[in-house]
């Protein structure tokens, strides 16, 4: 498959941390990745402007010496609770070759709703098939909220 580039040695040694809870800090992340290896950098997204400015968006990027340690800390970090919520951990690239790939059924509502710069589009602009797919995907989730937390009526 012809990633267009996006892909390099570096994205392999890299993982994007999703689903953080707002008090997760930037200590703290490294705190709970650097027992899997040598941390080199690490990137902690805020919003930089809007009524959340200076809030963090709920995801980072941490980057590792080497693809054995980013593939550790990936599966001993995935799924795991921070604060109550479970941590999305993948590496990188798995990310950008599945934006690349245009495979709307495996995407989540952040995802669907981002602006696809990939596809030559950089409208913004979500397609009929995408829009659906972030319906779905909203309803998978509250759907699966309620199952945890049966106290959540709907009003």
Not at 7 to 31: F, P
Not at 54 to 69: H, L, W
């Amino acid at each position: 498959m012809d990633t267009g580039g996006f892909v390099d040695e570096k994205s392999e040694n890299r993982l994007y941390v999703g689903n953080l809870d707002l008090r997760i800090n930037e200590a703290a992340l490294i705190k709970m990745f650097s027992p899997y290896g040598k941390i080199i950098s690490e990137d902690f997204l805020w919003h930089t402007r809007g009524p959340k400015k200076g809030e963090p968006r709920g995801y980072a990027f941490i980057q590792f010496s080497c693809k054995e340690e980013a593939e550790l800390a990936k599966e001993k970090m995935h799924g795991r609770l921070a604060c109550g919520r479970p941590l999305v951990v993948r590496l990188a690239s798995e990310k950008q070759l599945e934006d690349i790939s245009h495979d709307h059924s495996k995407r989540s509502l952040p995802e669907a709703n981002r602006t696809r710069f990939v596809n030559g589009s950089s409208s913004g602009q979500m397609s009929r098939d995408e829009k659906v797919a972030a319906i779905k995907n909203k309803l998978k989730a509250l759907e699966e909220d309620e199952k945890r937390d049966p106290k959540k009526q709907k009003r």
